[in-house]
C-alpha cells in the first residue's frame, strides 16, 4: 500500500524481491580487512551478515535510528542502494509509527532574541523541566535566510514545511528533515501573482499514505474591492514528480484567515476558514479540508457557538490526535480560551467544549498537548508553559523565546528526504563557501529589523484591523 504507481524498471528496483536479490549482502567484503572496518560496530554487521538470513537483517535495519543508518551506508555500494532505497525507508517509517517511541520526545521551535536566530530543540515529555543542559539542540541551517523566523506550515515522519510568508512577501517554500541534515526547496508554483497588488497564500502539508509521497498544496487568494476573490488558484506539489501540478473540482468557495494554523487528521489537511455572508449574519464559520490522496476539498461544518465569531479568533490544533479549534475571546490580548473537539473525526455531532485555558502570565496561544493530558502553550512573560487543565495549575517549563514564535509537536526521526534532498548544514558566521541559496549576509550579532516582537505585534493589530474592516466594508 506504500507504492505508488511507477514505470516498470522502478517497480522492480523497489519491491522487496528486489531487495532479496540484487541486494544480497556480501559475507566477504574488500573493507574486511582494512582499519575502516575493525571497528566494533562494523565488525558486528558483517557477522550479522554472515550467520542471518537477508530477511532478518533488513528488519533488525529498520529499528535502528536514521543516524546510525547514515553511517551503515558507507559500509559498501550493497548497503548504501539498501539503506536509501524508497521501500527501505517506507519500512523504516513504518517501523517508528507502530513503535511508538516519537511519541515520548517533543520539538520545541522559538525565536531567540540573544541569537536573533530560530532555535530548535528535542525534550523528553515526561520531564517536568526542560533544561538547557538535558534538551537535543537540533542543528538550524537557515539562519541567514529570513528576517526573524519561518512559519512551520506542519510537520509529518520527521519532515518539517517551512514558509517564509510572516514578515514580507512571500518567496520559498522548504522540507527540511532535521535529523539527517536534509533540505528540498520547492520551485516557484506555476501561478504567479507579481503584478498583483494584494494577495494571501494559505499551505497545507501532510503525507499520502497510498501514493507514498509527501505534497505540499497552495491556495492564492487575491483581494478584491470587497474582500479575497474565491475561489482561490489552488495547485499541488509532489515530492515524487518535483513538480506543481494544478487539480480539477470544486474548489472552495471560503477564505482561510491569515494565522491559519492547518492540523493533520487521517490524511486530510484542516483549516478554520471563513464565509462571507455580506447578510445580517456576516460571516459562517466552518472546517476546510484537503484529502491528500485524492486531492479534493471538502468542509465540515464548526459548532453552533462557533459558527459566527470572528474568524481571526478561531484556530485550529491537534488535540492528542483529534480536531480540536482554540477559541480565544480576542487574539491579540486574550487572557484565557476554550478549546472544541471533534472526539470522533467527520461526525460533526461530536464537537465538544473539553477544555478552558487561562493564561494567567498575560496573552497566550496555544500549541498542543502533552501525552499526560497537560496543554502545551506559550504565554507573553513566561515562555513555554504546561498547563494542567484540571487544577488549573500552570508550569513554566524553562523555555524563552517571543510568543507568537513557539512551535511544538511530538519529534520523530526518520530518512525521508534522504534520496530527494539536499545537504542541509548549519551556517556558522565563519562560512564564506559562497552558497547560493543563502539569500544575505547578516550580521548574528545585531537584530537588522528592529524588534521582533514589535514586528509580531503590529502584524497581529494590522491583519485584525484588515479583517474586521474588510468584513464590514462587504457588509455594508
Known amino acids: 500500500m506504500f507504492l505508488r504507481e511507477r514505470s516498470g524498471n522502478e517497480r522492480e528496483r523497489n519491491s522487496p524481491a528486489f531487495l532479496s536479490s540484487y541486494h ?8 574486511a580487512s582494512s582499519k575502516f572496518y575493525r571497528t566494533k ?9 554472515e550467520y542471518l538470513p537477508q530477511e532478518v537483517v533488513i528488519q533488525i ?3 535502528l535510528p536514521p543516524k546510525t543508518l547514515i553511517k551503515f551506508r558507507c559500509v559498501s555500494k550493497t548497503w548504501n542502494s539498501l539503506i536509501s532505497s524508497p521501500y527501505f525507508i517506507s519500512m523504516h517509517t513504518q517501523q517508528t509509527l507502530l513503535s511508538d517511541s516519537w511519541t515520548n520526545q517533543i520539538i520545541v521551535r522559538r ?9 530548535y530543540s528535542v525534550h523528553l515529555d515526561k520531564e517536568d523541566q526542560f533544561p538547557e543542559d538535558k534538551n537535543i539542540r537540533i542543528e538550524y541551517p537557515f539562519r541567514d535566510c529570513i528576517r526573524f523566523y519561518y512559519r512551520i506550515v506542519g510537520s509529518c515522519n520527521g519532515v518539517f514545511c517551512l514558509f517564509d510568508d510572516l514578515f514580507g512577501q512571500a518567496d520559498s517554500i522548504l522540507l527540511w528533515n532535521p535529523v539527517i541534515k536534509r533540505k528540498v526547496i520547492l520551485p516557484a508554483p506555476q501561478a504567479s501573482f507579481e503584478n498583483m497588488e494584494y494577495y494571501m497564500f494559505v499551505l497545507g502539508f501532510g503525507f499520502d499514505v497510498v501514493n507514498n509521497d509527501y505534497k505540499v498544496v497552495r491556495m492564492a487568494y487575491i483581494q478584491g474591492d470587497n474582500g479575497y476573490i474565491v475561489p482561490p488558484e489552488v495547485e499541488v506539489y509532489a515530492l515524487s514528480t518535483k513538480n506543481w501540478h494544478k487539480i480539477n473540482g470544486e474548489f472552495p468557495n471560503c477564505v482561510v484567515e491569515y494565522f491559519w494554523s492547518q492540523v493533520l487528521i487521517n490524511g486530510n489537511v484542516n483549516w478554520v476558514a471563513y464565509r462571507n455572508r455580506g447578510e445580517e449574519v456576516k460571516v459562517e464559520n466552518l472546517i476546510m479540508l484537503f484529502d491528500l490522496t485524492r486531492e479534493v476539498f471538502d468542509e465540515m461544518p464548526l459548532p453552533d457557538a462557533l459558527e459566527n465569531e470572528l474568524p481571526i479568533n478561531l484556530i485550529g490544533v491537534n488535540v492528542k490526535g483529534s480536531l480540536g479549534v482554540v ?3 480576542d487574539r491579540i490580548w486574550s487572557t484565557s480560551c476554550c478549546i472544541w473537539v471533534m472526539t470522533k473525526y467527520g461526525d460533526v ?3 465538544s467544549k473539553l477544555y478552558y485555558v487561562d493564561f494567567e502570565g498575560g496573552p497566550g496561544m496555544i500549541l498542543g498537548f502533552r501525552t499526560n493530558g497537560d496543554v502545551l502553550l506559550s504565554a507573553d512573560n513566561l515562555g513555554l ?3 494542567d487543565p484540571v487544577t488549573g495549575k500552570s508550569a513554566d517549563l524553562g523555555v524563552h523565546g517571543t510568543k507568537d514564535s513557539f512551535y511544538a509537536s511530538n519529534y520523530m526521526e526518520s530518512l525521508a528526504l534522504l534520496a530527494e534532498g539536499k545537504e542541509a548544514r548549519e551556517r556558522l558566521p565563519s562560512d564564506s563557501d559562497g552558497d547560493s541559496e543563502s539569500e544575505s549576509s547578516m550580521e548574528v550579532d545585531i537584530d537588522p529589523y528592529g524588534d521582533v516582537e514589535r514586528s509580531e505585534f503590529w502584524m497581529q493589530c494590522s491583519m485584525s484591523q484588515y479583517l474586521t474592516a474588510l468584513l464590514k466594508r462587504s457588509d455594508s
Open 327 to 329: 477559541h480565544y475571546e
Open 41 to 49: 560496530s562494523h565488525h558486528l554487521i558483517l557477522t550479522m551478515s
Open 24 to 31: 544480497r549482502l556480501p559475507k566477504y567484503t574488500p573493507f
Open 349 to 351: 455531532k461530536s464537537w
Open 61 to 63: 535495519l529498520t529499528k
Open 385 to 387: 508553559v504546561s498547563y
Open 111 to 119: 525565536y531567540s532574541k540573544d541569537q536573533n536566530s530560530e532555535v
